[in-house]
């Protein structure tokens, strides 16, 4: 069983900042990709962020120098730095994780979801 833990939603005003956090627990072998996605009301769900096992990172042109994705191996956690924020970037944050169990099974494990506001 592996269970993903998401934190740091809220209210925030347009262009404060926010930092999602999203810390992984369970019969975990190995985290291998990371990331951070989103769903607006009445849309589909996006992609906002991933991380590599190596760190290599990527965005969504909507947030690009705006948001930085990072992860702590160690604490088997990942992180959205979320700055500048606009009222399009409301919407519920799901943190994802691409799992080796320590049964050998692969799995993908989703948050249960942060909503984000940002409004005046």
């Known amino acids: 069983q592996v269970q993903l833990e998401e934190s740091g939603g809220g209210l925030v005003q347009p262009g404060g900042s926010l930092r999602l956090s999203c810390a992984a627990s369970?019969?975990?072998?190995?985290?291998?990709?990371m990331g951070w996605y989103r769903q607006a009301p009445g849309k589909q769900r996006e992609l906002v962020a991933t991380i590599t096992s190596g760190g290599s990172t990527n965005y969504a042109d909507s947030v690009k120098g705006r948001f930085t994705i990072s992860r702590d191996p160690a604490k088997k956690a990942e992180y959205l730095q979320m700055n500048s924020l606009k009222p399009e970037d409301t919407a519920v944050y799901y943190c994802?994780?691409?799992?080796?169990?320590?049964?050998?099974?692969?799995?993908?494990?989703w948050g249960q979801g942060t909503l984000v506001t940002v409004s005046s």
């Open positions: 369970g019969s975990i072998f190995s985290i291998n990709d």
């Open positions: 994802h994780a691409y799992v080796t169990t320590i049964a050998r099974a692969n799995f993908d494990a």
